[in-house]
């Protein structure tokens, strides 16, 4: 069961237990209209959902579950991690990525010294950053090609050139 965290529950919404989920997907078109979604119960433990409705709207998407009938059921949800299946996602080109694909990764420089490790991703416009967590701070880092050097997904690395003043 390979999984990637979609989203949170935040709130319900009507009386026959549809969920608001505050999205952490980067973008709306990447992926297939799923069928079902887990959901973390308790810390480690996801449990599998049908889907009877699946709707996005901005940054967040709303779904109705089968096991879900009403809207003090939809209430225990509130809070949860909402995951799907990586099959559902669309192939990206050559030298794109997922977030998901790109936080945990460690960070290394072009010397080969241990930086640190990205810890989320935000969008700015005109490019993303990645916030790489070292051991006394974090660094942003603008995801530049005069910045980022090499994405290895498989390895789990990336190489970074560290910007004068960082």
Known sequence: MDLFEAGEIVKTRGLHGCLKVLSYL????????PDHVYIELSPGRKNRFGLK???RAGRAFFIE??????????K??????????????????????????IIGLDVYSEEGDYIGKIESIFSTGSNDVYICKTREAEILLPAISDVIKKIDVNSRVITVKIPEGL
Do not use: M, R, W
């Open 26 to 33: 980067e973008t709306k078109s990447n992926f297939i209209q």
């Open 53 to 55: 409705k699946f709707d």
């Open 65 to 74: 579950l089968e096991e879900i009938k009403d809207v003090e059921s939809a």
């Open 76 to 101: 225990t949800l509130v809070g949860c991690k909402v995951f799907l299946s990586k099959n559902i996602l669309k192939k990206l080109p050559e030298g794109e990525y997922y977030f998901h694909d």
